[in-house]
T-cell receptor
Framework: EAGVAQSPRYKIIEKRQSVAFWCNPI?????LYWYQQILGQGPKLLIQ????????DSQLPKDRFSAERLKGVDSTLKIQPAKLEDSAVYLC?????????????????FGPGTRLTVL | QKEVEQNSGPLSVPEGAIASLNCTYS??????FFWYRQYSGKSPELIMF????GDKEDGRFTAQLNKASQYVSLLIRDSQPSDSATYLC??????????FGAGTILRVKS
C-alpha cells in the first residue's frame, strides 16, 4: 500500500513570496490533515478535511494560509505572502475517517513532509 | 485547547538500559494517548496507543497511563542506538484531532 505522498520535499523562498504544497493521501482515506512543525516543537494541526469539507481550521492563519481538497482526494496548502516565522516542516497526514462520534481514533499516517525555509 | 507537556531532553541512556519518557496533559477528560517516534528529518510514526489506566506492553515498549495524575509514560527496555530519536506524546481531541507535546530527544549511547 502506497503511503502519503507530498511535494516538494524542500522549498526555499524569500519573505512575501507565495508557495504551495501538495499532498496525496493513502487511497481510500477520507480524512486529511495538514500540520505545521516548527523546529524543536511538536506538530500543530492547521486544518482537517473530511472528504472535501473542512472539519477544523481553527488554527489556520487565514489571512495568509489557504487550503483546499477538491474532489476529496489531493490537497493543496498555500501560503501568500510568506513570513520568516512560516519556516517549518509542513506535514500531511491521512486516516480512514475521523472516527465515530466522540473520542474514538483512527490512526493517522504521515507523509514525508515539506521543509520550507523563508529567507 | 488541551496542552501536553514533555521534558525536551536530551535524555541520554547507555545501550541496554531502560529509557523512561514522561508526559503530562492538562485536560482531565482526555481519554486516549499516543506515543510517536520521529527520527531526525523524518515524519512521525506511531509506536504505542493507550486509553486504559495501567500498563500496555508491546515488545520492548511499555506505555503507562495514570489518569488520576494526568500522566503518561513510555518505557523502552534494552535501549538500542537505533532508538535514538525524538519521542512525541499526543492526546486525541474530539474528531480524531491530535495535540502533540514538543517531544523528548532520546540518545542511546553504545
Amino acid at each position: 500500500e502506497a503511503g502519503v505522498a507530498q511535494s516538494p520535499r524542500y522549498k526555499i523562498i524569500e519573505k512575501r513570496q507565495s508557495v504551495a504544497f501538495w499532498c496525496n493521501p493513502i487511497s481510500g482515506h477520507a480524512t486529511l490533515y495538514w500540520y505545521q512543525q516548527i523546529l524543536g516543537q511538536g506538530p500543530k494541526l492547521l486544518i482537517q478535511f473530511q472528504n472535501n469539507g473542512v472539519v477544523d481550521d481553527s488554527q489556520l492563519p487565514k489571512d495568509r494560509f489557504s487550503a483546499e481538497r477538491l474532489k476529496g482526494v489531493d490537497s493543496t496548502l498555500k501560503i501568500q505572502p510568506a513570513k520568516l516565522e512560516d519556516s517549518a516542516v509542513y506535514l500531511c497526514a491521512s486516516s480512514l475517517t475521523s472516527g465515530r462520534a466522540g473520542f474514538s481514533y483512527n490512526e493517522q499516517f504521515f507523509g514525508p513532509g515539506t521543509r520550507l525555509t523563508v529567507l | 485547547q488541551k496542552e501536553v507537556e514533555q521534558n525536551s531532553g536530551p535524555l541520554s541512556v547507555p545501550e541496554g538500559a531502560i529509557a523512561s519518557l514522561n508526559c503530562t496533559y492538562s485536560d482531565r477528560g482526555s481519554q486516549s494517548f499516543f506515543w510517536y517516534r520521529q527520527y531526525s528529518g523524518k515524519s512521525p510514526e506511531l509506536i504505542m496507543f493507550i486509553y486504559s489506566n495501567g500498563d500496555k506492553e508491546d515488545g520492548r515498549f511499555t506505555a503507562q497511563l495514570n489518569k488520576a495524575s494526568q500522566y503518561v509514560s513510555l518505557l523502552i527496555r534494552d535501549s538500542q542506538p537505533s532508538d535514538s530519536a525524538t519521542y512525541l506524546c499526543a492526546v486525541v481531541e474530539y474528531g480524531n484531532k491530535l495535540v502533540f507535546g514538543a517531544g523528548t530527544i532520546l540518545r542511546v549511547k553504545s
